[in-house]
């Protein structure tokens, strides 16, 4: 039982930590482009702001995908978290 599960925290925390690095990745490249389109637009305030009324429907809907995606992120990182502890208290049992 204790491999069983010994291999299913393993398997659990490898896909956590793919999933952690896309979702780094994601969010790093979402912040990469609001700086570069923030930028461009600074010297456009008229254009800018017919833009962004224009697009509030679409606008809200990615602001609500990245909260969304922000808080899996988190998510995530704390379930890594409890992942590595639970499998050091496992380790340190087996030792002793």
């Known amino acids: ?6 291999e299913i925290i393993n398997q ?3 896909n956590r930590l793919e999933w952690q690095g896309y979702l780094k990745w994601l969010l790093t490249h979402r912040m990469l482009h609001n ?3 923030r930028e461009y637009y600074k ?7 017919i833009l ?11 602001f609500f995908n990245y ?12 379930e890594i978290e409890l992942l590595n502890d639970i499998k050091n208290k496992q380790n340190t049992k087996e030792i002793e």
Do not use: C, G, Q, W
């Open 1 to 6: 039982m204790k491999n069983d599960l010994n």
């Open 12 to 14: 659990r925390l490898k």
């Open 35 to 37: 700086r570069a389109k």
């Open 43 to 49: 010297n456009k305030p008229f254009l800018n702001l």
């Open 52 to 62: 962004k009324i224009y697009f509030i429907p679409y606008n809200t809907f990615k």
């Open 67 to 78: 909260v969304f995606d922000k808080h899996k992120y988190e998510m995530i990182s704390k």
